[in-house]
Nanobody, 118 residues
C-alpha cells in the first residue's frame, strides 16, 4: 500500500491543522493506521494510532486531548486533526500502516511538514 500525507503548513500557536493520509494500491480496511512525527535533531516519535474499524484509538501523552485521529475506510484515508497547536508540535508528520498481527509498521508515507510559530 502507498501512503501520501498532506495538509501540513505554517500555523500560529493555538491554531489547528488537519492532516490527511491517502492510501492507494490496497484498501486500508485491514490495517492499523498510525501517525508519527520527527522534529529536527530528534528521533521519530509516536503520535497516535487507530484500529482497523476506528473503534480503538490511542495517543501520545504530549498530544492527548488536542489531537484526534479518524479514518474513512470508504475513502481509503486517515486524518489527524491537530488543535491547540504548540511550537513543540513542529515536526515532519508521517502516516504509517501495519497489519494488526505485527508490531512493526510496514508501510510509511513521505511526510508533511508542520510548523507552529509562537
Amino acid at each position: 500500500v502507498q501512503l501520501q500525507a498532506s495538509g501540513g503548513g505554517l500555523v500560529q500557536a493555538g491554531g489547528s491543522l488537519r492532516l490527511s493520509c491517502a492510501a492507494s494500491g490496497r484498501t486500508i480496511n485491514d490495517y492499523v493506521m498510525g501517525w508519527f512525527r520527527q522534529a529536527p535533531g530528534k528521533e521519530r516519535e509516536f503520535v497516535g494510532v487507530i484500529s482497523k474499524t476506528g473503534v480503538m484509538r490511542d495517543y501520545a501523552d504530549s498530544v492527548k486531548g488536542r489531537f484526534t485521529i479518524s479514518r474513512d475506510n470508504a475513502k481509503n484515508t486517515v486524518y489527524l486533526l491537530m488543535e491547540g497547536l504548540k511550537p513543540e508540535d513542529t515536526a515532519v508528520y508521517y502516516c504509517a500502516a501495519k497489519s494488526p498481527l505485527v508490531t512493526t509498521y510496514q508501510y510509511w508515507g513521505q511526510g508533511t511538514q508542520v510548523t507552529v510559530s509562537s
